[in-house]
């Protein structure tokens, strides 16, 4: 009896901070190093291609903070870009995900989440069960965008946070800044 009860206090704790807007990224303003890292495919990408890919910039222009995210995608053969694995215990119905982000006036990018189950790192059990990942259309200047995630796929237990500078299409090229991402359940 002594052990259920701090599981079931671990358990009332997890529900209440999704509950109360806690947001799940961490590193959201990338201010720190680490917690996210370069995902998806390029026959021919090698360390200066992940320079390119994923730069921390600690100056300039930022909406809040010190530091942002540069991201770039120059090749016509491969879409990859930035994610966050976010183990998740328990699955809230609904989530929002917000970030800032510049972008080329009238170019498109893309970001939110892909929903994923098993576990992380185990090709035997790890497998995508579906996303919510809109293509989106830069201004030119920073601007929040927002992503509504509801209809999440059934056995889900991961959440992949995506950063994309580009849109899907294979001629697509583009270099967005990303900054302030929050994933907070409903």
Known sequence: MKQ????????????????DGVNL???????EDG????????KHFGDEDKATLMTIVAAGDTPEGKRYLKSAD?????????????EMPQVAKSYVMKFKAKAPENTGFRAGVMYNKGTLGDPKTYAFVGNRIPVFTGTGEWKEYTVKLDNINAGTNVFAVVLAPSTAEKTDTNTVLFDDISLVAE
Request: glycine share 6%; hydrophobic share 50%; net charge negative.
């Open 4 to 19: 259920l009860i701090p599981l079931a206090l671990l358990a009332f704790s997890l529900t209440a901070a999704a509950a």
């Open 25 to 31: 990224v961490k590193n959201p303003g990338f201010e």
């Open 35 to 42: 917690s996210w890292t370069i995902w998806g495919t390029h």
């Open 74 to 86: 120059t090749w016509e053969d491969g879409r990859p870009y930035i994610v966050q694995f976010i």
